[in-house]
């Protein structure tokens, strides 16, 4: 037992360090860990487990550089985040209370008719959440770039006061007064620590980067007005998509945590700013950033969120931008809500008309003078380097392109820099054309001078123009805004795609929604291109990402969550995924941007949301966090990587799937490998109304043979719960040269609803 004596003089040392742990820059050697402790380990001599954590360090602090705590969590991690050399990380990984030391992770963000195009009528009706008061207790923490408290779309004329159980806050910064916030922002904070020390002091000479939740970036307040905007007439972007702004729940409050900074967003103030969104009490967390595929236990969001998912909190996560590559998604652990992107039935037609009189339509949002009638002459440069093509900075030869239209090979560098390029070497227009990455995928960019997007086929034909005629000319001009596009909506090219490499077994992404030229609130800080060359200044931009999709789905979340209040984050996320729709508005299956051809679940998942139907989905897969301990211990993690993500230090792994597709998730993803048979039990509730019968119906490839038994399911009550088995055989003489992956679907039917699943197939697996 410490004497009095050796107690005072820890509690000294404890202070002495707490001064020695100021947030200096240290040596260049010095990175930030995230410290995974065994908190049960924890000695009853330390009062909290931050005093804890500071000795440890001090055991440190012997080493050449004194070790600096930056985050101490509460909620979402048990354990630390310090800046540290490589010995002390080594020295913390060999005492028994360390379960592990982990290096810093960056991760990157994921870049008004939305409403109506989902069915969100701007009146009040029986159909339509949005004017009830309820909607307005449901808090949206939005994790991305911070806020502009400014935007008329933070307007909260007609919100009640604040729900009186939120602990959060508005912090004060050189650039951000608390009394900005309101009714509707009713947080703001910064987590920065992380960043500091990867900048090594960078942070402190970047005027634009003051540690405030302001958003000079635009990114979050883009986003959070996406997901909980209020209603905003007369919005647009320079004169595009001109209407009514709103968010998806516009009467939800938002919460920003500034964990986003220029060079990305650190895991140590991911953690930190979800750790602090959960103790202030948001209901729902939208993060539209991620990085790649790694184990649970090494992915700060999958950690972060699973802690969230537990108290009940909704987790929307973008999936990521690497489409149309083949399992590129990010955030795909089974209690994220992962979120793919697709179009709108809105456009903003653009025109160029070729010397040989050809007339290609593509899209553009510039909005300044225009090229007038006369063409100019039309260049396609690959330069000396073959870096031409791309317009890449310093890769234009002015004598060649002065006063010409410039085609450039979309790839490689931002599609607006390539503009600002052409501009600064004296050219007057560009075409920019897509390659075979990018397919027949537009996305329309507010440009620094006239341009036109185009797809591969046309910008093939543009190519070969350019190349043979002896003097090729051509003029660009500009439609506005035109309304009721077909097909729609199309799976985005860039939205990252399946299988899921983490786990094969969960079929990713869950769901697609609106992610490509979105218009929403913007920072007063930047222009729309987010150049720094671009002066120009507007409340709203027009951006695309599966960014952009996820605060949606984070909207329509809080919706959920307003009409029904005890349902967990899993029956809201199934309730989205079950009646989610797979066919456009030409009644075709949804298509792919990519290439042209038919989508698959392995780029929209479930399909695209819809909200009204998700408001009374009839059954939905329920999943408890116990659930998700037992597909843990599937994974043949060591019981402290189960418990890196649980945080339960008395986890064993007692109960535990025999595969990991038996999670009750609303999809499946059916791997054979070396097996012939495989064979799945799920659970349905019923939410719908008493007396409610269910029959199944089974698509599916002729490769495989499906059985689901029972074939009928009777609910006499609502809350019944009731269990099927799905039986999948590849049938004799399928293998893997005939059959590599193939897709189909389960659907449990009454009267009034459709609870749809869809199912993946895999004969190999990627690695």
Known sequence: MATVAQSLLFLVSLLSLQCLLTLSFAAAARRTYIVHMSHHDKPSLFHTPHDWYLSHLLSLSSSSSSPTLLYSYTAAYPGFAASLDPSQAASLRLSPSVLGVYEDTLYSLHTTRTPEFLGLSAELNTRDPNPDPSSADVIIGVLDTGVWPESRSFDDSGMPDVPARWRGE??????????????????????????????????????????????????GTHTATTAAGSRVANASLLGYASGTARGMAMRARVASYKVCWSSGCFGSDILAGMDRAMLDGVDVLSLSLGGGSAPYYRD??????????????????????????????????????????GTLDRDFPAYAVLGNKNRFTGVSLYSGPGMGNEPAGLVYDKGSDGSGNLCLPGSLQPDLVRGKVVVCDRGTNARVEKGAVVRAAGGVGMILANTAGSGEELVADSHLLPAVAVGRKVGDLIREYASSDPNPTAAISFGGTVLGVQPSPVVAAFSSRGPNLVTPQILKPDVIGPGVNILAAWSGAVGPSGLERDTRKTQFNIMSGTSMSCPHISGLAALLKAV??????????????????????????????????????????SGHVDPHKALSPGLVYDISTDDYVAFLCSLDYTLEQVRTVAKRPNVTCSRKFADPGQLNYPSFSVLFGSKRVVRYTRQLTNVGAAGSVYAVTVTGPSAVEVTVKPAKLVFANVGDKRSYTATFVSKKGTTTDTARSDFGSIVWSDARNEVRSPVAYAWTQID
């Open 564 to 605: 029904h209040p005890n349902w967990s984050p899993s029956a809201m996320k199934s309730a989205l995924m079950t009646t989610a729709y797979t066919r456009d508005n030409t009644n075709s299956s949804l298509r792919d941007a990519s290439g042209g051809t038919y989508s698959t679940p392995w780029a929209h998942g």
């Open 170 to 219: 508005c912090e004060s910064g050189p650039d951000f007064d608390p009394s900005l916030c309101n009714k509707k922002l009713i947080g703001a904070r910064s987590f920065s620590r992380g960043y500091h020390m990867a900048s090594g002091g960078g942070f402190l000479k970047n005027p634009k980067e003051t540690e405030s939740p302001r958003d000079q970036d635009g990114h």
């Open 300 to 341: 700060t969001i999958a950690i972060g969120s699973f802690a969230a998912v537990e108290r009940g909190i909704f987790v929307s996560c973008s999936a990521g931008n690497a489409g149309p590559t083949r399992a590129s998604l990010a955030n795909v652990a089974p209690w994220i809500m992962t979120v793919g992107a």
